[in-house]
Antibody, heavy 116, light 110 residues
Framework: QVHLQESGPGLVKPSETLSLTCTVS????????WSWIRQPAGKGLEWIGR???????NYNPSLKSRVTMSVDTSKNQFSLRLSSVTAADTAVYYC??????????WGQGTLVTVSS | QSALTQPASVSGSPGQSITISCTGT?????????VSWHQQHPGKAPKLMIY???NRPSGVPDRFSGSKSGNTASLTISGLQAEDEADYYC??????????FGGGTKLTVL
């Protein structure tokens, strides 16, 4: 069964860029869609975007101007960069594998706090 | 895009059945059979319970079932158990190739 693990800094300063990586094990990253989803404390889930193993992307329109996703098939990893962060970007960030039209397998999540 | 609409909370007694609705538009829920339901216990990652409207991943009890009518999808849990108490989120593929989540429903087992 596939396993996803998020990694990256837990603290980011306002106006800087948040960078996270999701490492996939138990299966190849190729030929699948992969996604980032976030959840502020006490709130619901927000879809950030999706990337195919070829590198094609779809982003949430509300975040599109600040989001970049990339994939490294040689490392079986995909990444998220969110620029110009504010306190509103403080959340648990999840990576997920898409299958059968939606998020199928989820990572355990990583808390990112935006604070000076 | 606005979030899909779910009731904020539902409750039921052990052994009973409950249904959680998820209302969207013809551009998401009504237009595609790519509706999923995710269970989230406090402090834990979400877990897929239903995909493609009505299909259960391996290991999910058959007490969980999904359906759709028009722009509204539904998750039904029969034979409620204490361990079912959690937050539930629906999600749907959309006409803009995005994914839309519902606001979440807190299920309380009385």
């Amino acid at each position: 069964q596939v396993h996803l693990q998020e990694s990256g800094p837990g603290l980011v300063k306002p106006s800087e860029t948040l960078s996270l990586t999701c490492t996939v094990s138990g299966g190849s990253i190729s030929n699948y869609f992969w996604s980032w989803i976030r959840q502020p404390a006490g709130k619901g889930l927000e879809w950030i975007g999706r990337i195919y193993s070829s590198g094609s992307t779809n982003y949430n329109p509300s975040l599109k101007s600040r989001v970049t996703m990339s994939v490294d098939t040689s490392k079986n990893q995909f990444s998220l960069r969110l620029s110009s962060v504010t306190a509103a970007d403080t959340a648990v960030y999840y990576c997920a594998k898409y299958s059968s039209g939606g998020p199928y397998y989820w990572g355990q999540g990583t808390l990112v706090t935006v604070s000076s | 895009q606005s979030a899909l609409t779910q009731p904020a909370s539902v409750s039921g007694s052990p052994g009973q059945s409950i249904t959680i609705s998820c209302t969207g538009t013809s551009s998401d829920v009504g237009g595609y059979n790519y509706v999923s339901w995710h269970q989230q216990h406090p402090g834990k990652a979400p877990k897929l319970m239903i995909y493609e409207v009505r299909n259960r991943p391996s290991g999910v009890p058959d007490r969980f079932s999904g359906s759709k009518s028009g722009n509204t999808a539904s998750l039904t849990i029969s034979g409620l158990q204490a361990e079912d108490e959690a937050d539930y989120y629906c999600s749907s593929y959309t006409s803009t190739s995005a994914e839309l989540f519902g606001g979440g429903t807190k299920l309380t087992v009385l």
